[in-house]
C-alpha cells in the first residue's frame, strides 16, 4: 500500500466548476501537509499548505482531517489554467524527506 | 523561475552505462534533495545534501550516490544503469528547515531514457 493515495483522474470539469481533489494517507506519524501543483512537463511547485483548521488561498481550500488520515483540495471557479496535476505531499516526523502522492490530473474545458 | 538550474535536461544511456546529473541551487540555499519521478507517478526522495554531507536517504541502492560541493551545487551519480532507472530526476533546493515548511524549488528536472 502507498503511503500517500491519490486518485489519478483525469478530472475533466467546465470553466467556472468547483471540483475536490481528496487523500489519504497511511502513517500517522505524518506531521506536515501540503498540496504541490505540476504542470505538463515541468517541475512541482508548491501550492499551499495544509492545516486541521482548514486554510484558504483565493479560490483555493485546503482541508485536514487527522483522525482519518485525509487530506482535501477545493477549487472554486475553476479556470483553464488550473489544468495540472495536483500532488498531495506529507513530511512524517523525524524525516527530511517530502512523501509525494501520484497526483491526480485536472483537466478544465471551455 | 526558482533559480534552481538542472544538467543536461535530457540524455539517453544504454543499460549498464553510468550517468552524472548536475544541480546548481538556488542562491542562499545550502540544503540540496535529490528526486527521481517516474512516468505518471510522484517524485521520490532519493537523498538529500546539507553541508557536503548526506543528510538522509529514501529507499533507493547504493548506486544511487550523490556529492554536494563547497557551493552548495550537487552531483547525482547512477551506476550500472537498469531500465527502470528511466525517469525524470529532479533536483529541489531549499533552507535547511524545508522539512518543517514543506517549501521545495525544484529545477525542471534532467530526463533520462535507459535503453
Known amino acids: 500500500r502507498k503511503e500517500v493515495e491519490q486518485d489519478p483522474g483525469p478530472f475533466n470539469v467546465p470553466e467556472g466548476a468547483t471540483v475536490a481533489f481528496n487523500c489519504t494517507y497511511s502513517?500517522?506519524?505524518?506531521?506536515?501537509f501540503f498540496w504541490y501543483r505540476q504542470d505538463c512537463r515541468k517541475e512541482p511547485k508548491l501550492l499551499m499548505s495544509v492545516y486541521s483548521s482548514g486554510n484558504e488561498d483565493g479560490r483555493f481550500t485546503a482541508q485536514l482531517n487527522r483522525a482519518s488520515q485525509y487530506i482535501s483540495l477545493l477549487i472554486r471557479d475553476s479556470k483553464l489554467s488550473d489544468s495540472a496535476t495536483y500532488l498531495c505531499?506529507?513530511?512524517?516526523?523525524?524525516?527530511?524527506?517530502?512523501?509525494f502522492g501520484s497526483g491526480t490530473r485536472l483537466q478544465v474545458q471551455p | 523561475e526558482t533559480g534552481v538550474t538542472q544538467s543536461p535536461t535530457h540524455l539517453i544511456k544504454t543499460r549498464g552505462q553510468q550517468v552524472t546529473l548536475r544541480c546548481s541551487s538556488q542562491s542562499g540555499h545550502n540544503t540540496v534533495s535529490w528526486y527521481q519521478q517516474a512516468l505518471g507517478q510522484g517524485p521520490q526522495f532519493i537523498f538529500q545534501y546539507y553541508r557536503e554531507e548526506e543528510n538522509g536517504r529514501g529507499n533507493f541502492p547504493p548506486r544511487f550516490s550523490g556529492l554536494q560541493f563547497p557551493n552548495y551545487s550537487s552531483e547525482l551519480n547512477v551506476n550500472a544503469l537498469e531500465l527502470d532507472d528511466s525517469a525524470l530526476y529532479l533536483c529541489?533546493?531549499?533552507?535547511?528547515?524545508?522539512?518543517?515548511?514543506?517549501?521545495?524549488?525544484f529545477g525542471e528536472g534532467s530526463r533520462l531514457t535507459v535503453l
Open positions: 505531499v506529507v513530511i512524517n516526523t523525524g524525516r527530511r524527506a517530502l512523501t
Open positions: 502513517n500517522s506519524a505524518s506531521q506536515s
Open positions: 529541489a533546493s531549499s533552507l535547511p528547515l524545508a522539512g518543517n515548511t514543506g517549501e521545495l524549488f
